[in-house]
């Protein structure tokens, strides 16, 4: 038996903008996601778009006791930014107090431990006009919607986040194209990927100010970067995709500044961000209380065909346009992958991200709050009406028998959350890859609990397996 120490908390995530929907009249005001799909719904799968997430704003009641019967004693949902404050700074919308408030104070009285994300890839559109994060503006529109979201829910939620995988909407919106606004500028990139941290540390230090009991963190999306081999190119291409994707903001989080050697990566070819002195204060100032962890799949990596180090590159004066200027992302041949969504599936990530954190962060305490299968197509695996999901279960088990290793070798982790919940839509790729311990109709919006749903509350109830 793999029994968890006393207190572990189980249980799922999720995300305002991916479960709660949109209702005539609820007030809420557009976000990023809301704008893109208005002028480009094509991109979505079936141009499912963000107005038709799992109704949650409306089936809240029965999702709450759908917590209960999975066994949850953890949850993590988000606020949406756009609900709460629809043009981003100025009016609060009334009704998403109530819902916010009544949702909180629902889930305290089962007894599970609420934690609240303030930020899941979703902007309110109003900022977004105005340049989003490459402005500053949404930096201090952002620590003020946070402060407020502090005043408002302080008595119903003790434990926050700022951001979830904030390096996401910093590649996928300026590096690929597929957040908004979809564009390819590294100088960009790397200045909205500044302002968001600098953003965090800001609402880490209002909650600090506001509640000193509450405690605060970031989630971030972290695995060590493998290399392919143990030539010099591709251990200097490894170190340094892992000082883009997970040191550019675990370093500053945790220690309060930014990794010497990215400074020097980034200056080199003059992308430094705008940035001041106090603004470094500020990050230094004010670090995070424990980490959110989510962990997928792993990172491997190779040096680029055409590596930095080449004479094409050293004569190459314009610099780097993207990333794969310093690393290229490697297929390792013989991977075990999940077929069911094509992301590689490797259990010893987990370990080796306890002992990182261990060791390179002071084994600051942590919590795993998003890992999971996604599975296309999975109303094949039906039988009397319940989806039969033992890959999950398979999954589930496999990943906690590492971290369950981990533990017993030092690793401060307190908690395991699933991702997710209730099957939820998932931005461009909308409802293609289901995720949930519950399954749901999409023409009804029924929701019915999967074999895993059921697995999981023995496995809450037994505190393992
Ligand atoms: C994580 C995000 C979630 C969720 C998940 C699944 O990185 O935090 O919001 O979307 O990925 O992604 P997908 O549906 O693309 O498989």
Not at 103 to 111: E, L, S, T, Y
Not at 313 to 335: I, S, W
């Amino acid at each position: 038996m793999y029994k968890f120490p006393d207190g572990f908390l189980w249980g799922t995530s999720t995300s305002g903008p991916q479960s709660e929907g949109i209702e005539q009249g609820d007030g809420k005001g557009m976000s990023n996601w809301d704008y893109w799909f208005s002028i480009a719904p094509e991109k979505f799968h079936h141009q499912v778009g963000p107005d038709r997430t799992s109704t949650f704003y409306k089936n809240y009641k029965e999702d709450i006791e759908l917590l209960e019967q999975t066994g949850h004693t953890t949850f993590r949902p988000s606020i949406q930014w756009s609900r709460l404050i629809p043009e981003g700074v100025g009016a609060i919308n009334p009704k998403a107090v109530e819902f916010y408030r009544e949702v909180f104070k629902r889930i305290n009285d089962k007894g599970i431990k609420l934690m609240v994300n303030l930020y899941h890839f979703d902007l309110p559109y109003a900022l977004q006009a105005k340049g989003g994060w490459e402005n500053k503006e949404t930096v201090y529109a952002f620590r003020d919607y946070a402060a407020k979201c502090f005043e408002l829910f302080g008595d119903l939620v003790d434990t926050w986040f700022t951001f979830n995988e904030p390096i996401v909407p910093v590649e996928a919106g300026y590096l690929g194209e597929f957040h908004y606004p979809a564009k390819v500028d590294l100088k960009a990139a790397i200045q909205v990927a500044y302002n968001t941290q600098l953003a965090s540390s800001l609402a880490v230090e209002a909650c600090h100010r506001l509640n000193p009991a509450h405690r605060i963190s970031v989630i971030l999306n972290l695995t060590p970067a493998y290399p392919r081999s143990d030539s010099s190119e591709d251990l200097k291409a490894a170190r340094i995709a892992e000082l883009f994707q997970a040191k550019s903001f675990l370093d500053p989080s945790v220690n309060g500044y930014y990794p010497e050697e990215l400074v020097e990566i980034i200056k080199a070819h003059d992308l430094l961000p705008d940035y001041t002195s106090e603004e470094l204060d500020v990050i230094r100032e004010n670090t995070v209380d424990f980490l959110g962890v989510n962990y997928y799949q792993p990172l491997r990596v190779q040096a680029p065909e055409d590596s930095a180090d080449s004479e094409d590159a050293a004569n190459d004066v314009a610099g780097p346009t993207n990333l794969d200027y310093y690393f290229e992302q490697y297929v390792m041949p013989g991977r075990k992958i999940n077929p069911h969504r094509g992301w590689e599936i490797y259990e010893p990530g987990v370990y080796d991200i306890a002992m990182m954190i261990k060791e390179d962060y002071g084994n600051i305490e942590w919590i795993l709050t998003e890992n999971g299968m996604g599975v296309e197509g999975e109303e094949k695996f039906k039988q009397d009406g319940v989806i039969q999901d033992d890959y999950r279960i398979e999954f589930i088990e496999d990943h906690l028998k590492v971290l369950h290793q981990a533990i017993e070798d030092g690793a401060n982790c307190h908690g395991y959350m699933l991702w997710t919940f209730v099957d939820c839509w998932s931005w461009l790729n909308a409802y293609k890859n289901r995720y949930g311990l519950v399954e749901l109709n999409l023409e009804t919006q029924e929701r019915t609990i999967k074999k895993s749903g059921h697995w999981f509350k023995t496995l809450s109830q037994n505190n393992g397996f």
